[in-house]
């Protein structure tokens, strides 16, 4: 009890006391949180995880039923192993690169490096009829902050299977439209290279497009900085891929 | 620290009061019209108002009990910094925590819950209650207005999820075959799922309490 009298006995509105007394408060707080912190994260980083191979397995339609799974990671983690049958890594130069895990490449690390440094992470995936699937993940800038996706493309690696698209904070009702199903079931059936194989990627078009054009789809109104970015994007992203494109498309027709 | 106040219950009808108060007369969003803006916010769905119930909940009864631990010693110069550090520090917990264990739920809560730092029922129990009580009936003050403030948030989306969505928790309620794109007659209200809806329903619900409780009522 003898310090906790000689404590209240101090003039709690000294400066001494007063800055000993935040000070000390800090440092403890600090303690606290950063302890908190360290021991959650496992915790969060599955979450990220599982969100991610959802992500990726929603791009070709075989995320159904995650929403009423009861142990929501081992269930995505069980449809991942089933239709994710292969995962490699390319650079611009069409060479795969051994040795790195495709799915823990953060994708903005390597969006900032020179593009002959980049890794390109890509996904292979098999459906239930046996149809497969290439996946490349997207990421750009939207209008507050980033915007990520990935698109799943056919085995003739132009015709798109099907889009997912997600964002950090864009505009709800406006960019956060990227996020749902109605924008994201346009991209099905668009291809990125036109016929005589030169790389078109997907236009978004403000105030719609036209029906006919097989390599664009309509802009999200009120979006207008979301929408560019996300063409940028797929522009951007998608043409890395382009020299792993030739030599895989070389590749089947030769066997043919 | 009186002798006589350290005999009384846990429990007493004092105590007590200080819970049920909050949840009518005493309401901190109906009659005390603090932390409006969240109630707007987080009330289109049911789940996330319940989480959010929770956790102002959670925020308002632990930072009363530490501030009411720390009332003799806090200097009065910086109050108000060591209340801000002490809620900022139980509300960043709480973000955490929601992250490790409900990340679904922590993304549609996304910058509301960073934003219960700036809840007015928080700093006001402080300020008004805590500095001056001790721990116990502090601790029950929090709880009170943090269920007073979720009640009134369950309320609201009850209502906006049953009929703006037709779901409550996420399960369909109004049967899929009553819809018209089902061939019925029924039709979401839209408008339910909006910021103002959210506005009037807290309108209608303060207009029900006053006229059942005329003490409420100004001259």
Redesign the interface.
Known sequence: MSILEK??KVD??SNA??FA??SG??II?AL??AF??TA?KP??QR?VE??KRVDILKSIGEANGV?QAKDKYDFVAGLYSKYIVDQLVVNSLGDTIKGVDAFNIELHNELSKPIEQQNLPMFVAKLDNGSVKYIIPVRGKGLWGPIWGYIALNNDLSTIYGATFGHK?ETPGLGAEIATPTFQKQFVGKTIYNEANQFTSIKVVKGGADRSDIHAVDAISGGTITSKGLEKMLYDCLSSYQAYFNKLKKLSNGQE | MGKSSEKEPLFSAKNLKLITEPLDSKNPITVLVLGICSALAVTAKLKPAIVMAISVTVVTAFSNLIISMMR???????RI??QL?VIA?LV??VD??L???V?DVSKQL?VFVGLIITNCIIMGRLEAFALGNRPWPSFLDGIGNGLGYGLILIIVAFFRELLGSGTLL?YQVIPADFFVKNGGFYENNGLMILPPMALITLGIIIWIQRSRNKKLLEE
């Open positions: 404590i209240r709690k509105n006391y007063i007394y935040a408060m800090v707080v606290l949180l908190a912190a959650l915790a969060q979450n599982t969100e929403d904070g | 003799k010693s806090i200097p009065t110069r910086i910094i060591v550090v520090t960043i917990l955490l925590i992250k490790a264990y990340p996304s996420g």
